[in-house]
């Protein structure tokens, strides 16, 4: 049984080379917003439920990381976002596709070659509408 202290997974690091190019792909073009910058090398960002936390510097470890998520509310906001990186020139690595579970999703990557997974999931639907959950543009 799930411990109900548990908020979930809501925080993720990444080491970046290129701090802006990096907020700019996750504020300009994810429509993120900046939490806290704590100094010149440091960039927190939240869409609200969330904590994305960008470092300069070499990227290091054993690079395990497959790719992270952006969860949308819609199943049709999936495309519209695979259609918004290409205007963009943001890197599509696969396109839009729905999944046997109904979800659907599609791949880019940020500037620093992260790939990043744009999907709905139906089981998440329903926090669209709670708290931290209003719409933001982006």
């Known amino acids: 049984m799930r411990d109900p202290r548990w908020l979930g997974l809501r925080h993720v690091a990444l080491r970046v080379r290129d701090l802006e190019a990096a907020r700019g792909f996750y504020v300009d073009f994810l429509g993120m917003e900046v939490e806290w910058a704590p100094?010149?090398?440091?960039?927190?960002?939240?869409?609200?439920?969330?904590?994305?936390?960008?470092?300069?510097?070499?990227?290091?470890?054993?690079?395990?990381?497959?790719?992270?998520?952006?969860?949308?509310?819609?199943?049709?906001?999936?495309?519209?976002?695979?259609?918004?990186?290409?205007?963009?020139?943001?890197?599509?690595?696969?396109?839009?596709?729905?999944?046997?579970?109904?979800?659907?999703?599609?791949?880019?990557?940020?500037?620093?070659?992260?790939?990043?997974q744009v999907l709905y999931h139906p089981p998440l639907a329903p926090l669209a509408g709670r708290e931290g959950g209003e719409d933001r543009e982006g």
């Open 39 to 116: 100094d010149a090398d440091s960039l927190y960002l939240t869409c609200g439920r969330d904590n994305l936390a960008l470092h300069r510097g070499e990227p290091r470890g054993s690079g395990a990381l497959d790719h992270i998520g952006f969860v949308l509310a819609d199943p049709e906001m999936v495309e519209e976002w695979e259609m918004r990186a290409r205007e963009r020139g943001v890197e599509v690595v696969q396109a839009t596709k729905t999944h046997r579970d109904g979800a659907r999703s599609f791949y880019c990557r940020d500037p620093e070659g992260v790939l990043v």
